[in-house]
């Protein structure tokens, strides 16, 4: 069993950015693909950034990709969502996911696909 706890949001003017972190414990995250997505008041949770096993490989939605980073600390078992530029419509609750894809260059975008899930962190950002 993984047990995912988010960290790191808050109230942000647009513009601004701030970091979410996603701690993870087991004894270690390699081996996991691991997501972040969110879901905004009134709409459906969508996807919002991916990252491999090693962290070579990373996939964004385009309405984040260029603003957003997402990166993976394997030995502290975290993962991060550095979000800059931020703009109202990326108020949301984040969560973080993850789900055994192994020592490849996997990557998963559907929610469907991923087994863990944290409680999540809300982001609210003011205009």
């Known amino acids: 069993q993984v047990q995912l706890v988010e960290s790191g949001g808050g109230l942000v003017q647009a513009g601004g950015s701030l970091r979410l972190s996603c701690a993870a414990s087991?004894?270690?995250?390699?081996?996991?693909?691991m997501g972040w997505f969110r879901r905004a008041p009134g709409k459906e949770r969508e996807f919002v950034a991916t990252?491999?096993?090693?962290?070579?490989?990373?996939d964004y939605a385009d309405s984040v990709k260029g603003r957003f980073t997402i990166s993976r600390d394997n030995a502290k078992r975290t993962v991060d969502l550095q979000m800059n530029s931020l703009k109202p419509e990326d108020t949301a609750v984040y969560y973080c996911?993850?789900?055994?894809?192994?020592?490849?260059?996997?990557?998963?975008?559907?929610?469907?696909?991923?087994?863990?899930w944290g409680q999540g962190t809300q982001v609210t950002v003011s205009s």
């Open positions: 996911a993850a789900d055994r894809g192994g020592y490849s260059r996997l990557v998963r975008r559907g929610s469907a696909e991923y087994t863990y």
């Open positions: 087991v004894r270690t995250i390699s081996g996991y693909t």
């Open positions: 990252i491999n096993w090693s962290g070579g490989n990373t």
